[in-house]
Nanobody
Framework: QVQLVESGGGLVQAGGSLRLSCAAS????????MGWFRQAPGKEREFVGRIIWSGGSPYYADSVAGRFTISRDKSKNTVYLQMNSLKPEDTAVYYC?????????????WGQGTQVTVSS
């Protein structure tokens, strides 16, 4: 059974940084794309970025490019979202998700989310 567990959320002041983690288990993810999404209150879920588990450069939404960085540690089966220069508009619940090559851009598995709140 695939599980994605996010952690690392919290309250931070504008301009600060947070690093989110997504611990993946239940299968090997060599044929998967790992994505980060977020959803703010009253808004639709928004794509943040994604990384191919087996290699390659990450891809980011314009709203976070240059501030956020996605990486993965294969030995720990964990994907990270480093968030710098945070803004109040980054406040949201952040989700990690996994998509097989066959189902992408539909994501097959989702984590439970972690809250990020950026105060002004």
């Amino acid at each position: 059974q695939v599980q994605l567990v996010e952690s690392g959320g919290g309250l931070v002041q504008a301009g600060g940084s947070l690093r989110l983690s997504c611990a993946a288990s239940g299968r090997t993810f060599g044929g998967y794309i790992m994505g980060w999404f977020r959803q703010a209150p009253g808004k639709e879920r928004e794509f943040v970025g994604r990384i191919i588990w087996s290699g390659g450069s990450p891809y980011y939404a314009d709203s976070v490019a240059g501030r956020f960085t996605i990486s993965r540690d294969k030995s720990k089966n964990t994907v990270y979202l480093q968030m710098n220069s945070l803004k109040p508009e980054d406040t949201a619940v952040y989700y990690c998700a996994a998509a097989s090559y066959g189902s992408y851009p539909t994501y097959d598995f989702w984590g439970q989310g972690t809250q990020v709140t950026v105060s002004s």
